[in-house]
């Protein structure tokens, strides 16, 4: 079925709709396409183009932190080891240390920047999280990081004379010629339909979460950014590394709000229904295990309790600590008669974290010319099989700002000229048949879940994949004329790459676990399993 994917989403003539031009294209207002606009030289243009608000990132909601070297009694190896150990055994050793020992130069920028992170005795306050072997995550707003960081990378970006941003403006499709990226297509409720014409393209759409019932990620995290790099031919890896975090909140009617793994780091403890204490039946490092680990533990304690999901515990913790640690939390918990200090808080893994992406080399270049990616619609290499705690805004600063400034020389090494192609996409006749979207769009979250959720097997997985593939096959040859038909059929292309990458590795890896193949299978599987459309 993916072969059938069509290579643009919506008709488009270069007579009929207007021309836009830049030096620099970037797609996603989040952490790593800001810090991308950034590096980028003073004297070229940057169009910065969001889905939604600014605000409406994965970045802005990131609770725990960033992690980084920043301790003297702290050492760039352990970092390392800790980020190997986590990984799964697939993690690049070169790239691991390269953003490892880039780590301070990355969080004093935004010290610099007017980022004000929490403090303990005028040094930067540094909390410890699943995985690390040292307290070394610096967190703002005790539990509201990525709002804090986002504050001042926009006000800084946004100053910037040579940076525009185009927001609530949805990118449909890169626009290619002879192997070569040139910009995108993008549509606005103002402007209609707009061809962008770049001499550098950088992608920076963030995750795909939405494509589970379950899940932290906001309602833009649709995977538009990985379905628009596979339909232009980029390489893609990694699909079926989906991150679930251990510690969503489960109240019924409420949304799946992220639990910060910071809460265990300052000894927040799992209990299931009967209050046991379950994690140290699982693994030595308690609490303070792996997300994968963390996970699995979960989902097993669920199974044996049958109940609908375990309960985070910090009664035993300074109430008046507690509540002035994590306030964003307190207060989501509030509106549902819960205090953080005094109750069980429920909680269940959902999906978290894409680790797989587009394919990127070290300087955040993906295998289209003229195309780059930062953050997390990329797999740089980073986080292996999984991703250790605090490590993805990390990410993101780091390759940002190497996708910036290499876009950056490309575009002062090229002609100053700009040129609009004669690329068309023409318009053809739809089934007169009307389509429930919502439906299929709930439908296809909930069958990934189940399929492949934190357990997989072979069985589920085939049949999740002919499932997907009927509904592709009226769907996706549609040419919809808004947002919510663009949507769908991304979180389709990129679900059935999901599903296949995560039906290929017949084992269990990271955060990839085969209840039919159980083992780790290094002999077999210590490599990546890649896609691209040709």
């Excluded at 439906?439 to 189940?450: A, F, G, P, Q």
């Amino acid at each position: 079925m993916l072969e059938r994917i069509p290579r643009y989403l919506v008709p488009f003539h270069p007579k009929r709709v207007p021309h836009r031009f830049a030096d620099v294209l970037i797609i996603g207002g989040g952490l790593a396409g800001l810090r991308a606009a950034l590096a980028v030289a003073p004297d070229q243009s940057v169009l910065v183009i969001t889905k939604s608000a600014m605000q409406q990132s994965n970045s802005n909601y990131a609770q725990g932190g960033i992690a980084g070297v920043l301790d003297p009694e702290d050492r760039f190896e352990d970092h390392i080891a800790d980020t190997l150990s986590a990984g799964g055994h697939l993690c690049d050793p070169d790239v691991v240390e390269m953003v490892v020992r880039e780590a301070p130069e990355r969080i004093n920028e935004l010290v610099q920047w007017g980022t004000h992170f929490d403090q303990e005795s005028g040094t930067l306050a540094l909390g410890r999280e699943g995985g690390h072997s040292h307290h070394r995550i610096v967190h703002a707003l005790g539990d509201a990081t990525g709002k804090e960081v986002m504050r001042a990378v926009i006000d800084r970006a946004c100053a910037l004379p040579n940076v525009e941003t185009w927001e609530n403006a949805f990118t449909l499709d890169l626009l290619t010629d002879q192997g070569r990226c040139r910009g995108a297509l993008v549509w606005s409720a103002e402007q209609g339909k707009t061809l962008v014409w770049a001499k550098q393209t950088i992608l920076c759409t963030g995750g795909t979460g939405q494509i589970y019932r379950e899940t932290t990620n906001p309602e833009v995290a649709t995977g538009d950014g990985l379905a628009i790099a596979y339909r232009a031919g980029a390489e893609l890896r990694d699909m079926e590394f989906m991150q679930f975090h251990p510690t969503v909140l489960y109240i019924a009617g409420s949304s799946r709000s992220l639990i910060t793994e910071a809460m265990r780091g300052e000894g927040a403890q799992l209990v299931d229904r009967a209050g046991h204490r379950f994690m140290p039946d699982y693994d030595p490092r308690a609490e303070l295990a792996p997300r994968d680990i963390v996970s699995r533990a979960i989902v097993s304690q669920m199974d044996r309790t049958r109940h609908s999901n375990v309960y985070l515990d910090l009664t035993h913790l300074d109430p008046v600590a507690v509540r002035a640690r994590f306030p964003g939390i307190a207060a989501t918990c509030a509106e549902f008669g819960l205090d953080i200090a005094r109750d069980w808080i429920p909680v269940r893994p959902g999906a978290h974290y894409m680790i797989g992406g587009v394919t990127v080399d070290m300087e955040g270049r993906t295998t289209i010319d003229g195309l780059w990616a930062a953050g997390e619609v990329t797999s740089s290499g980073l986080h292996g099989a999984n991703r250790l705690a605090s490590n993805s805004l990390l990410e993101g600063l780091v390759y940002g700002a190497h996708a910036g400034r290499g876009a950056s020389r490309e575009v002062a090494r090229q002609a100053d000229d700009y040129r609009a192609l004669p690329l068309v996409n023409p318009p053809h006749e739809d089934a007169a048949e009307a389509l429930d979207l919502a439906d299929i769009r709930n439908s296809l979250k909930s069958l990934v879940w189940r399929s492949a959720g934190v357990r997989r097997d072979r069985q589920h997985l085939l049949e999740a994949a002919e499932t997907i593939d009927r509904w592709c096959g009226y769907v996706l040859d549609r040419q919809f004329s808004d947002t919510d038909g663009w949507e769908l059929q991304n979180m389709l292309t990129v679900a059935r790459i999901v599903i296949a990458a995560a039906t290929a590795r017949e084992e269990t890896r990271g955060v990839h676990l085969r209840t039919d193949f159980p083992d780790l299978d290094d002999a077999h599987w210590q490599h990546r399993i890649t896609f691209s459309r040709d």
